[in-house]
């Protein structure tokens, strides 16, 4: 992997640290609840994560942000 995916990949990591869970004051990367960020030759991101309980009141919408805002992101797609 060459050093723009990983700067990808770092931007990335550094727009989840910017979701919080509406239920505790921590981030959703820091929380543990991303478990791979991947980013292909096409700049297209794949994004593993959970929630933290089957009846997370956000469970709609935190994915949804997530895809909001990566795809914001230059040069990312999803």
Excluded: R
Excluded at 15 to 40: A, H, R, S
Excluded at 58 to 65: F, H, L, N
């Amino acid at each position: 992997m060459n050093n723009e995916f990983l700067s990808k990949e770092e931007e990335i990591v550094n727009t989840l640290k910017t979701i919080f869970d509406p239920e505790i004051p921590v981030n959703i990367y820091d929380l543990g609840l991303i478990y791979e960020v991947n980013v292909n030759d096409e700049g297209k991101a794949n994004i593993v994560m959970t929630l933290t309980s089957p009846n997370c009141p956000v469970a709609e919408s935190m994915p949804e942000e997530v895809f909001d805002k990566v795809s914001d992101i230059d040069g990312i797609s999803m």
